[in-house]
Structures are given as C-alpha cells and as structure tokens.
C-alpha cells in the first residue's frame, strides 16, 4: 500500500505564494500522471494541474500563469508552486498520483488526504 503525503498548505494573504509538495510513502514502480486537485466541502473536487510523464502538463484556465506543476517520476514527488494566490483559490489541495507499484498489478490511482491553503487578508 502506498500512501501519498501532502505538505505546505497554511494562511497566506492574497498576491502571496505557497510551495505544496507530495511524498509517496514509498516509490512506484513507475508513475503516468501525478496531478493536484483542490475541493470545498460540499463541492465537487476540481482539477487543477498534472503532469503527463509522457505529456503534456496541462492546467485549469483559473491558474494558468500563477501555478507550476513539477514531478520526479523517480523520486514519487510533486511540487505544486502556487504564486498570486486569491481568496478564490482557498480549498484542500489533493495530490493525485496514476501508476504502478510493481510490473505485475494494473494501474490504480492514489489520493493524498489533503493541504489546506486559505487566502485572506
């Protein structure tokens, strides 16, 4: 079983940044996507940007060109980094990883359980 570890989240006025970062617990075998969503309770969780080991890197429109995503398909980590942040990107970030723990099982996919980032004066 692998766990996925969020860190980074907290309080930050608006036009800040925050760094969140993702740590499996230990390393796949080998990684398609690693993604970062966010979700308000009671809202349906949203994507926000993923890295496609073999693609793209693609983004929501509301982010682009304040949010980057990286990833190290090696070392089972993501970096989320989050610049001109606004009150409307308040939410949990979740890391999202697709891929495989050994060459014999499918692919599944796994959540972290969450970074809070909140963005107010």
């Known amino acids: 079983q692998v766990e996925l570890v969020e860190s980074g989240g907290g309080l930050v006025q608006p036009g800040g940044s925050l760094r969140l970062s993702c740590a499996a617990s230990?390393?796949?075998?080998?990684?398609?996507?690693m993604s970062w969503y966010r979700q308000v309770p009671g809202k349906q969780r949203e994507f926000v940007a993923m890295?496609?080991?073999?693609?793209?890197?693609n983004y929501t429109e509301s982010v682009k060109g304040r949010f980057t995503i990286s990833g190290d398909n090696v070392q089972s980590t993501s970096v989320l980094q989050m610049t001109s942040l606004k009150p409307e990107d308040t939410d949990v970030y979740y890391c999202?990883?697709?891929?495989?723990?050994?060459?014999?099982?499918?692919?599944?996919?796994?959540w972290g359980k969450g970074t809070l980032v909140a963005v107010s004066s």
């Open positions: 230990k390393g796949f075998h080998s990684i398609a996507t």
């Open positions: 999202n990883v697709n891929g495989w723990i050994t060459d014999r099982v499918p692919m599944r996919t796994y």
């Open positions: 890295i496609d080991f073999h693609g793209p890197i």
